[in-house]
């Protein structure tokens, strides 16, 4: 490869508003330049991790550079990945290949949960959703998706979440950074907002922080691959007969042996 991507900033900009925010990317290009740079957006709460989602920008590179800078507009309260692309040929039809390899191969991507409002600079910060890890039921879990946040140090969190519009019975951790919902409904919507409390002393009851900003999920649609199944399931596809398998967990097909009904 003659070139190389790197990132060098992902910040959202002021101001903060709950119809939309702007995002300020800034990436280095060093050696040979590709022909242009595409930035894309996937929004967990619209799109599975996998794959690319919508195309936001097309940085050309007909500066000496070597820092791009694009800025993009997403939703607010949303956990995004940003992934920076970088393509050859024409800006309406690139080429599929780079050095004979897949131009997907070459992306570099960054994640950010976008504010619907600026946080105050109080004494107790709301703690921040910083990562959600949507997965689908395997052998060994249930389907569930996981909430991390970054916070500064509090005796308890609570979490706040919805299905699909409706509350769910709150979560309550306690000295963590991550809680688990579970079990979830494949392809149903979900919300997500944390808050930290100290404890008060004498009088039991603790001091909490406001909520810190909602971020949306989706819950993924379970494995239709038998051999993608195994394996998240731990299981080498080749180690052992199917049939021995859905004899050992009691299912009568394979559909019910990978929870498809």
């Not at 290009?29 to 930035?39: I, T």
């Not at 149903?188 to 944390?194: D, I, L, Q, S």
């Amino acid at each position: 490869m003659s070139f190389q991507l790197e990132w060098v900033s992902l910040q959202q900009v002021k101001p903060f508003k709950p119809d939309g925010a702007q995002l300020l990317i800034q990436f280095r290009v060093l050696g040979l330049k590709p022909d242009f740079v595409q930035v894309y957006a996937v929004n967990y709460g619209e799109t599975t991790p996998s794959g690319l989602a919508d195309l936001k920008d097309a940085v050309p590179m007909d500066s000496p550079g070597p820092i791009y800078t694009s800025v993009i507009g997403v939703e607010a309260a949303a956990f995004y990945t940003i992934w920076l692309c970088p393509r050859s040929g024409e800006k309406d039809s690139p080429d599929d290949q780079i050095d004979e390899q897949y131009w997907e191969s070459f992306c570099v991507g960054q994640t950010i949960v976008t504010q619907s409002v600026e946080l105050p600079p109080n004494q107790r910060q709301a703690p921040m959703i910083t990562a959600i890890d949507a997965e689908p039921a395997t052998l060994t879990q249930p389907d569930r998706i996981t909430v991390r946040w970054s916070s500064q140090p509090y005796d308890k969190f609570l979490i706040w979440w919805t299905q699909n519009g409706e509350g769910n019975a709150q979560g309550e951790v306690n000295s963590s950074s991550s809680w688990i919902a579970s079990p979830t409904v494949p392809g149903a919507r979900y919300t997500f907002a944390v808050k930290g409390g100290t404890y008060g002393g004498v009088l039991g009851n603790y001091l909490y922080s406001d909520w810190g900003p909602t971020v949306k999920a989706k819950a993924p649609f379970h494995y239709s691959s038998l051999r993608q199944y195994l394996r998240a399931s731990g299981i080498n596809p080749g180690a052992q007969g199917l049939r021995s398998l859905m004899h050992q967990h009691h299912q009568p097909s394979v559909r019910r042996f990978m929870k498809l009904s």
